[in-house]
C-alpha cells in the first residue's frame, strides 16, 4: 500500500459492504410471518386507542432542538473549562465570545417564545 489514501478507501468500502450485507441477508433469512397483530401500532406496552397517526405541534420539536443545540455546546465548553487555568487571553476571550453568542440565542429563543411550554 503505497498510498495512504488507499485504506481510507478500503475502508470507506468496508463500512459501506458490510452493513449492507447484514441488511441483506437478514431480508432473505429472517422469517416473514406478518399478521394483523404483528401490524399493529404498539408502544411502551399500552396498545393504542384510536388514531395512531397524531400530528403534534411543531413547537415540541422547536423546543427538543433547542436543547439539543445548547446540551451540544456544553460538551464543547467543557474542554475549555478544564484547561482554563492554562489558556492564554486570546482563547479566554474567545471561550467568552463563545458563550456571549450561545446567551444571544438563547435570549432570541426566549424571545420568540420557542421555550414557553404549552
Known amino acids: 500500500m503505497d498510498n495512504a489514501w ?8 468496508v463500512a459501506i459492504v458490510l452493513p449492507g450485507a447484514a441488511l441483506i441477508v437478514a431480508r ?3 422469517p416473514k410471518k406478518p399478521s394483523p ?3 399493529q401500532t404498539y408502544e411502551c406496552g399500552i396498545e393504542t386507542v384510536g388514531e395512531s397517526w397524531v400530528q403534534f405541534k411543531a413547537q415540541y420539536y422547536i423546543y427538543a432542538l433547542a436543547f439539543v443545540v445548547f446540551d451540544v455546546e456544553v460538551v464543547f465548553l467543557y474542554p475549555w473549562a478544564r484547561a482554563y487555568g492554562q489558556l492564554p487571553l486570546f482563547a479566554t476571550l474567545e471561550g467568552a465570545l463563545f458563550m456571549l453568542i450561545l446567551a444571544v440565542g438563547l435570549l432570541y429563543a426566549w424571545r420568540k417564545g420557542a421555550l414557553e411550554w404549552q
Open 6 to 13: 488507499s485504506v481510507v478507501g478500503i475502508f470507506m468500502i
Open 28 to 30: 432473505l433469512l429472517g
Open 37 to 39: 397483530i404483528k401490524q
